[in-house]
């Protein structure tokens, strides 16, 4: 890749066009839970510039997966505004992918078809259609699986055919859910390069939720620190280091602590949820 | 005997045992003779039937009739599975007919049948298809209902038609208890074919030899046929399986 | 796609009499073609009887105490042919998931019977057995015998070894064994096989009635249909059907029922 001061400032990469900006202004989401309202989200206010990565960690519980689902219009109930480049999100549409916490790969299906699936609603000719699976299944490693079916798979390989799936019809903007979380220490490491590598390539927004704050901040240029009970933002940290990042920087590790303060300064009135950190702490 | 026989000896000492005893009810007096047909007898009627075409041509005519039943049975069954499966309207309409009308033993119909259609090959075809259309029917109307809202979103995320998510998501997720019901089905036509036969005077059939053969007190015919009856059943069910887990190959093997 | 609608499960009394009204449209629906087409002399009232002719025959069969005759002498053969073979089958089975021996002597041979039919049983059982009683109750035996002898097979067996080990720690009694660790272990599991051979004994008893007997539900279907009395056989199905649905319908009930105090 290019000279690394390009990329730090996602403004200047060459890829970003100007489009996948996502203004979330006055968001706020309530679930009924038996009878009752309740708020899970509360007066979100978020700007994400084209091709930024934002990485977002918080307690579990605190809305979350629920603010991704919003981004991509899987549920359309909430107060407040999301912006997608100026036009209101009303309902899923393929500029706006995600990957789900569990792969979600259709079980009767190969790897390649699944990858297709992203794929059957533009009109592509046909041999252009493969060579994007080819291509896509290549980056993510998988370049000899497209004949496999997912029970074949490795959970880390089943994820990473489900980010390739995310990414073969090259969205706006990409949410992804904790997309390691299912991953060991070794492959995660592997799969959060590679996922840097696609990002850097494509000029992607991406936002991701993760629990592990070392990933959220080798790969976030902010990283977005969410309390819970109503779900809310507590914080955002800018990570101003260029990419690929050093996971030894000095930087990071500052930064770490002041995030991991930040969390563990939660009131713990309730039920503990909040302890859903210390897992994957690594030095 | 070494321990690796043993169990093959035992398995093999009770069929033994039974035909030991058979033989020897068979001895007792031309009477016993006349239930308990001698196995030698049994082994020649077999031969016999075997090289003169009685039992191919019996046997193939009903396993015509199971599987054309099957093949009509089961395809009524699927799409109205699926219609109900997809229609809450259809299923709370549908559902409690079908449901009303299965608790009526298949057989029990056939008199009714046959007073309203005579007792030619289209009213034994109607009932067998009958039995194979319950299995459907109801397997495939849970596995529609049972769509996955995990996979449901994929499909909303990728902008599927409704076409679309009923043939990428909903029929493949529904298509393991389809197959479910066809292997009932299946057993199910087997059995109501071999019923139809014995009850209603058919053309053909091994059920029609059998009664042929229990009006003669041919005990040795009438064994032959139901071991003939069980051997197709199985290897019927045998085949099936192969075939689903062929069309089924994205499914882990089962584990045994 | 019907999963995302979130009212689904919503049930006011209102909706709940609107389901009910629905479940019976279609049945409602198809008795008044019936009439209709019954009233309209297109078909002659010998084949398409008009309901109410029915509900006489039915009243009429009631009251002079012959539907009971024949009711009660299939219920006696069902009773007697499913206590018999469920109550061996049960013992069967359990003889062969405790016993490797018993197992390696039975199993072969039981998988092979189990894949005949039962109605094919049945002229070789008339050869064997007079017309009336006991061939109809072997064949309900036989019947019953093969669902419950399998399901108490299967139950028994998955039964988790430590269990089983535990037992033999404390060196339990066969008859304490079986009363404390397998029968709360299993009755679910035995009573849906139970289930299944009441259902296949009714199936079978109905096949063997229509086939060779003079009473019974079956044969009364029979002797309609050879005298052409279409409202006799009609009166049959309806019966028939209806013991099946009580039948089934009081197994689901005692399964529930068991399955509660399991949990309780
Ligand atoms: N469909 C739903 N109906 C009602 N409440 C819901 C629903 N989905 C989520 N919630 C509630 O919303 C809150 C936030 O859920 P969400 O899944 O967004 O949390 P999260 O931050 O992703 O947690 P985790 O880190 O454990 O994945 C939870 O308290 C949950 O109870
Ligand atoms: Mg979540």
């Known amino acids: 890749m290019s000279d690394p001061r390009i990329l730090r400032d996602p403004a200047l990469r060459p890829t970003s066009t100007g489009t996948g900006a996502v203004r979330i202004s006055g968001l706020s989401k309530h679930y009924a839970i038996g009878g009752k309202a309740m708020t899970v989200l509360d007066g979100i206010d978020l700007a994400i510039r084209p091709g930024e990565f934002v990485s977002i960690v918080g307690p579990s519980g605190c809305g979350k997966s629920t603010l991704l689902r919003l981004i991509v219009g899987l549920d359309t109930d909430y107060d407040g505004e999301i912006r997608l480049d100026d036009a209101r999100v009303a309902g899923t549409g393929l500029e706006r992918g995600l990957v789900f916490q569990d792969h979600r790969l259709f079980p009767w299906m190969t790897v390649a078809k699944n990858v297709e699936v992203a794929l059957l609603n533009q009109k592509l000719p046909r041999e252009r259609r493969d060579r994007l699976i080819a291509e896509h299944l290549a980056l993510v490693g998988l370049a000899d699986f497209g004949d496999a079916y997912p029970y074949q798979l490795s959970g880390g390989m089943a994820q990473r055919a489900a980010i390739a799936r995310a990414l073969v019809n090259e969205p706006k903007v990409l949410a992804l859910d904790e997309p390691l979380g299912a991953l060991d220490a070794l492959t995660r490491v592997k799969v959060q390069a590679e996922l840097q590598r696609i990002w850097m390539e494509a000029g992607t927004t991406m936002i991701m939720v993760t629990h592990d704050v070392d990933e959220a901040l080798f790969l976030g240029d902010r990283v977005v620190v969410m309390s819970s009970r109503p779900g809310r933002i507590a914080r955002i940290v800018d990570v101003d280091l260029p990419h690929p990042r050093d996971r030894a920087s000095p930087l990071l590790h500052r930064l770490k602590d002041e995030i991991l303060a930040e969390l563990t300064r939660e009131p713990r009135e309730d039920d503990g949820t909040l302890v859903s950190f210390p897992p994957r702490i690594r030095n | ?256 | 796609m019907p999963a995302d609608n979130p009212g689904r499960s919503r049930s006011s009394p209102l909706s709940a009499y609107r389901t009910t009204l629905l479940r019976i449209a279609p049945i409602v629906t198809i008795l008044i073609a019936w009439e209709l087409a019954a009233l309209s002399g297109l078909w002659p009232r010998q084949v398409l009887v008009p309901l109410e002719q029915v509900g006489a025959t039915l009243l009429a069969l009631a009251s002079s105490g012959e539907l009971e005759r024949h009711v009660s002498a299939s219920l006696y053969r069902l009773t007697c042919g499913f206590l018999t073979g469920s109550t061996i089958g049960v013992a069967t089975g359990v003889a062969m998931a405790l016993s490797r021996n018993v197992h390696r002597l039975l199993w072969p041979s039981f998988t092979c019977v189990r894949q005949v039919p039962v109605i094919a049983f049945i002229p070789l059982l008339i050869l064997f057995f007079d017309v009336e009683d006991s061939f109809k109750i072997v064949i309900v035996a036989i019947a019953s015998f093969f669902p419950s002898a399998l399901a108490t097979h299967d139950a028994v067996r998955d039964i988790p070894a430590s269990h089983r080990e535990v037992a033999r720690l404390y060196r339990l009694p066969l008859a304490s064994f079986l009363r404390r660790v397998i029968l709360p272990a299993t009755v679910p599991q035995v009573l849906t096989g139970l289930r299944l051979g009441l259902t296949r004994g009714w199936l079978s008893l109905v096949a063997a009635e229509l086939l060779a007997a003079d009473s019974g539900l079956g044969q009364m279907m029979e002797m309609g249909r050879q005298l052409f009395q279409i409202d006799v056989v009609l009166c049959g199905v309806i019966v028939t059907g209806l013991i099946g649905f009580l039948l089934d319908g009081s197994v689901v009930r005692l399964e529930r029922r068991l399955s509660r105090w399991r949990t309780a």
Request: charged fraction near 10%; include cysteine; proline fraction near 5%.
């Open chain 2, 1 to 256: 005997m070494t321990p690796r026989l043993k169990p093959a000896a035992l398995a093999l000492l009770f069929p033994a045992l039974v035909l030991g005893w058979w033989e020897w009810e068979s001895r007792q007096s031309a009477g016993h003779a006349y239930a308990f047909a001698p196995l030698e007898q049994i082994g020649r009627s077999f031969v016999d039937m075997l090289s003169d075409g009685t039992l191919l041509f019996q046997a193939g005519a009903s396993l015509q009739r199971a599987l054309t039943a099957l093949l009509i049975g089961g395809s009524i069954g699927i799409a109205i599975g699926v219609a109900t499966g997809l229609s809450r309207l259809l299923d709370r309409t549908a559902t409690p007919l079908i449901t009303t009308l299965r608790q009526v033993p298949i057989l029990g119909w056939l008199p009714l049948v046959a007073l309203w259609f005579g007792n030619g090959d289209g009213a034994k075809l109607l009932l067998v298809s009958l039995s194979a259309f319950y299995p459907t029917v109801l397997n495939t109307q849970k596995g529609m209902q049972a769509i996955e809202t995990r996979y449901a979103e994929v499909g909303r995320l990728y902008g599927f038609t409704r076409w679309q998510a009923l043939r990428l998501i909903a029929w493949p997720s529904a298509l393991p208890l389809i197959f479910t019901g066809i292997s009932q089905a299946l057993a199910f036509s087997w059995i109501a074919t071999i019923g139809v036969e014995l009850l209603f005077s058919a053309t053909a059939g091994l059920g029609t030899e059998m009664m042929a053969a229990q009006v003669a007190a041919r005990t040795d015919v009438v064994l032959v046929c139901v071991a003939c009856v069980g051997v197709m059943g199985f290897a019927l069910n045998q085949l099936f399986g192969l075939l689903r887990a062929r069309l089924l190959r994205w499914q882990p093997p089962i584990r045994n």
